[in-house]
């Protein structure tokens, strides 16, 4: 079974710029995650989406974005990056039938931003 | 809402030695706890979990975490070190009900001395 996978796995902008990232979930997963792990920082939820719609948005920016798709693959958007948006960018997946609501996690994009 | 407290950002052990790692949670209802452990330039993935069932869980790699309602803590234990547990460790929460998203702790780094 394959797992979550993300893309790009490295991804360097400038200020100003806008970044795309991808994750593909785990087959017959319909929920999809986003955290930031900036340095020093931890962890920090940036978006949940499931069946197409967000679900729930953590204490970020409008210029965080992002969708689901048909076939609940995602895209999280950055807009007008600053300095300060450089982290390792983590997709999870889960399977909204289960109740302890584990989630998978893939490799990470890692976002650097001059 | 909810939150977890890791106690102790760095951890040295010596190979063989014992290992503790920290965690403390806050939750208004009954929660799920994780642990999840993340290895140098890569994604999370899932040490053990507590769902309400056993309060002593068992997970890979020879760890083991207990919860206890009374010190609102889930520690995780491993009784002999592996230099391959060096590695970043993070304690997460969420709960029945919630919006579902893991809230993590600050992580712990594990240093396993030769």
């Not at chain 1, 390792?88 to 890692?110: I, K």
């Not at chain 2, 030695?17 to 994604?43: H, K, T």
């Amino acid at each position: 079974e394959a797992g979550v996978t993300q893309s790009p796995t490295h991804l360097i902008k400038t200020r100003g710029q806008q970044a795309t990232l991808r994750c593909s979930p785990i087959s017959g997963h319909t929920s999809v995650y986003w955290y930031q792990q900036a340095l020093g920082l931890g962890l920090q939820f940036l978006l949940w989406y499931d069946e197409g719609e967000e679900r729930n948005r953590g204490n970020f920016p409008p210029r965080f974005s992002g969708r689901q798709f048909p076939n609940y693959s995602s895209e999280l958007n950055v807009n007008a990056l600053e300095l300060e948006d450089s982290a390792l960018y983590l997709c999870a997946s889960s399977s909204r039938d289960r109740v302890d609501n584990v989630l998978t996690f893939g490799a990470g994009s890692r976002l650097t931003v001059l | 809402a909810q939150s977890v407290t890791q106690l102790g950002s760095h951890v040295s052990v010596s190979e063989g030695a014992l290992v503790l790692l920290r965690c403390n949670y806050s939750s208004s209802v009954p929660p799920y706890l994780f642990w999840y452990v993340q290895y140098p330039n890569q994604g999370l993935q899932l040490l053990l979990k507590y769902t309400s069932a056993a309060t002593l869980v068992k997970g890979i790699n020879g760890f083991e975490a207990e919860f206890k309602k009374s010190e609102t803590s889930f520690h995780l234990t491993k009784p002999s070190a592996h230099m391959s547990d060096a590695a970043e460790y993070f304690c997460a929460v969420t709960s029945r009900g919630s919006a579902r998203q893991l809230t993590f702790g600050s992580g712990t780094q594990l240093t396993v001395l030769p």
